[in-house]
């Protein structure tokens, strides 16, 4: 019985020991009996079970209301009717407490979400951090060079030398003049060199041009009523001599690049390598003859 009413709450004392009876006291055959009894009657035993706990209430407030009068016919015709309504009423607390116990489980898990929403909510408010760039982050954000750019970001490289490094490339050995390639193409790709004329001087001498036209324009503009000033004369002498240096620097950088200039300092980096070749592999008296071609014309006069 015991272990019908746990497992069968919703049904009373009564239906538990006639189902007993129904299969010979065996208990799991009356517990498949009730079980499809409760499945085929389940709206019923719902309402049924609603009338049991509201008696069970009213009989409770009379028990607990205090009892000014009693008489033994009352209790003796009652007698019967007791033993079952207490054998009810115990079952009625098993599952109260069982009620209980699963409401406090469910109010802890409502609590337990509650506390994660609460938690989720909170990191969602929370605000983004400022993230600080790294050398990864800024790797290729001006581009990315290899030892094969070298010819083409030849100009790039020699201011770069000469202001950073405090370096003439012209002086430099050939291997020499590798590695510090590398070490600008490093700071090239990671994006850390020190000003932005290092990764492309004729966009910056463009841009800078643009920006002086731009500023004359403006001074210009706001300056017409007083072209005859001194002051106004002497500030666009300066202006006209910035435009010119300016200009001389650009044609300076293109002699550089696509002059004879450039053509010989080439000439000159090959022969220096097939010297090198030739003293190597014990070629002296090549050497000598590219030495020769190599020097001057004054020490050659000499």
Same mark, same amino acid.
């Given at each position: 019985?015991?272990?019908? #009413? ?23 055959? #009356? ?38 009068? !009693?008489?033994?016919?009352?209790? !003796? ?12 009423? %115990? ?7 069982? @009620?209980?116990?699963?409401? &406090? ?37 001006? !581009? ?33 003049? @590798? ?46 009523? #007083? ?32 002059? %004879? ?38 020490? &050659?006069?000499?």
């Amino acid at each position: 019985l015991e272990k019908l #009413a746990i497992l069968l709450p919703q049904l009373g004392f009564f239906s538990r020991v006639m189902a007993l009876r129904e299969t010979n006291w065996d208990v799991d055959k #009356a517990l498949a009996l009730l079980r499809r009894f409760v499945a085929e009657n389940d709206v019923q035993l719902k309402s049924l079970q609603k009338k049991r706990k509201k008696v069970q209430r009213e009989l409770e407030k009379q028990q607990e209301a205090p009892s000014t009068s !009693g008489s033994s016919d009352s209790e !003796g015709g009652s007698s019967e009717s007791g033993s079952d309504s207490g054998s009810d009423s %115990d079952g009625g607390e098993r599952r109260k407490r069982k @009620r209980s116990d699963k409401d &406090k489980k469910r109010s802890s898990k409502k609590k337990r979400g509650k506390d994660k929403d609460k938690k989720k909510r909170k990191s969602k408010d929370k605000p983004a951090t400022a993230k600080t760039l790294t050398h990864s982050e800024d790797f290729g954000k001006y !581009g990315i060079i290899r030892e094969s750019d070298a010819y083409a970001k030849r100009n790039e490289f020699i201011l770069w030398a000469l202001e950073v490094k405090k370096t003439d490339v012209e002086n430099l050995g050939k291997f020499e003049e @590798r590695d510090l390639f590398r070490d600008y193409m490093e700071d090239y790709n990671t994006g850390t060199l020190p000003h932005r004329k290092y990764y492309d001087l004729e966009a910056y001498e463009r841009a800078r041009a643009a920006k002086a036209a731009a500023k004359g324009a403006k001074l210009a503009s706001k300056r017409k009523s #007083a072209v005859n000033d001194e002051e106004a004369l002497r500030q666009q002498r300066a202006e006209e001599r910035q435009r010119l240096a300016a200009e001389r620097l650009q044609d300076a950088y293109r002699e550089i690049k696509y002059s %004879d200039k450039g053509q010989d300092m080439r000439e000159q980096e090959l022969l220096r390598a097939q010297m090198a070749l030739a003293y190597k592999t014990g070629d002296t008296s090549k050497a000598h003859r590219l030495l020769d071609r190599l020097q001057p014309d004054e020490l &050659k006069k000499k």
